[in-house]
């Protein structure tokens, strides 16, 4: 039987078991994967290779931390500097990031799209900012603060004091604003005049109707949720660790995981 794991602190809401089990089990795939909630994140590849893993998923807070960690990484999780799927290949581990393509495909419905301004400047903007700049979409950063703008030298870049309203196409929320409390992730004059000139509002978190989201639709604007970023990350993990290409099959019984 193959073993795959999900590294990272805390994990108790983590629905990546779920579905990459629920996929095993129906496709009669020998695998099962697992929880694997750690302190340190510097020990992941010595845990990996100890424990006979064929691949695993990183989350919060590891994926920078994995991608020094790796013997290769390859595709955009280079530009990105951070791993959120990794592979066993004879005792090697690959790296590859499946966050940004997986946004990428939850957006298709959007695109094209010129142009993006992408709230937040953490570990999720970077792999949204540099997938859809990979896709020639223009993208602009606006974080509350200036200290992580630092690491978006290739963008243009703002923090809520000096950014003056202005037309995108699109909105995405990528901070933890409204994860766990109910924020907006920028002052709410400054949000309003930036999505009243948008078409599409994104937001990254899944689980509830944030306060941005809430107040995009109040503007009227088409508005999208992170479930289908996680749904296609997901399938794309499962594509690396099966070395298959996921059929629409596939995908339904991944999206049911995620819908029960
Ligand atoms: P990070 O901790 O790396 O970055 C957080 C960012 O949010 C920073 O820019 C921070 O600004 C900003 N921020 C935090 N609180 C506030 C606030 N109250 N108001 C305004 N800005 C704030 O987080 P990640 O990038 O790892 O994750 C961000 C979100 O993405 C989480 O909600 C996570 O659950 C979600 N996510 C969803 C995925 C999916 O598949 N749908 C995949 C991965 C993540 P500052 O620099 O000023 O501190």
């Known amino acids: 039987m193959k073993k795959f794991k999900i590294f990272g602190n805390p994990l108790s809401h983590t629905l990546s078991p779920h579905m990459h089990n629920s996929a095993f089990k129906i496709l009669n795939i020998d695998a099962r994967y697992f929880t694997c909630e750690l ?110 703008l630092k690491s978006f030298n290739e963008f243009k870049t703002y923090a809520w004091e000096n950014f003056t309203p202005k037309q995108y196409d699109i909105i995405i929320n990528t901070t933890s604003a409204g994860l766990s409390d109910e924020n907006l992730p920028a002052p709410k004059e400054l949000l309003t005049k930036t999505l009243m000139q948008a078409n599409f509002a994104y937001d990254v978190i899944y689980h509830k109707k944030t306060p941005f989201l809430n107040l995009a639709h109040t503007l009227n604007i088409t508005c999208k949720n992170g479930k289908d970023m996680l749904l296609y990350q997901g399938v794309l993990a499962f594509e690396l660790f099966t070395n298959t290409k996921a059929n629409q099959q596939t995908i339904d019984i991944m999206k049911l995981a995620l819908d029960n």
Do not use: M, Y
């Open 39 to 148: 302190k340190d994140g510097s020990k992941i590849k010595e845990v990996f290779l100890s424990q006979n893993l064929s691949g695993a998923n990183i989350t919060v807070p590891f994926k920078e931390q994995v991608f020094t960690q790796c013997d290769e990484v390859r595709g955009i999780a280079k530009e990105i500097k951070a791993v959120n799927t990794i592979i066993n290949q004879n005792g090697k581990i690959i790296g590859f990031n499946t966050d940004a393509p997986g946004f990428i495909i939850s957006i298709k419905e959007f695109l094209p799209i010129k142009s993006a301004l992408v709230l937040g400047a953490g570990g999720t903007a970077k792999a949204i900012s540099c997938a859809l700049k990979d896709k020639n979409i223009h993208v602009e950063i606006l974080n509350r603060s200036q200290k992580r």
